[in-house]
């Protein structure tokens, strides 16, 4: 599986944007998947899982309320449609997918990542 993030760029604050992951490979729908960020200095962040259906999604504390994660099984794509940003949501944000039904928080579980993209929120 091939993972291509796109959608990043520079909003204000209070802005929105909508990422999308390309997926590659026929097995996407039975695939777990994910976002994870990571900001300059800091560590990896954990944003939302996605269930192969989209019926079980996760979120971090952080986003939750403001991030919406939901995929296109047909299109092989999933997304991440973000509200009312701020400067701390600033980093790259990072597609990923493992061969489970599930999606998880760990990024250890995740087979396959894709590139990244990156959102800069300004003040």
């Known amino acids: 599986v091939q993972l291509q993030a796109s959608g990043g760029g520079l909003v204000q604050a209070g802005g929105s944007l909508r990422l999308s992951c390309a997926a590659s490979?026929?097995?996407?729908?039975?695939?777990?998947m994910g976002w994870f960020r990571q900001a300059p200095g800091k560590e990896r962040e954990f944003v939302a899982a996605i269930n192969w259906s989209g019926a079980n999604i996760y979120y971090a504390d952080s986003v939750k309320g403001r991030f919406t994660a939901s995929r296109d099984n047909a299109k092989n794509t999933m997304y991440l449609r973000m509200n009312s940003l701020k400067p701390e949501d600033t980093a790259l944000y990072y597609c990923?997918?493992?061969?489970?039904?599930?999606?998880?928080?760990?990024?250890?579980?995740?087979?396959?990542w894709g590139q990244g993209t990156l959102v800069t929120v300004s003040s």
């Open positions: 990923v997918a493992r061969p489970r039904v599930a999606g998880s928080k760990d990024p250890s579980e995740y087979d396959y």
């Open positions: 490979g026929r097995t996407f729908s039975s695939y777990g």
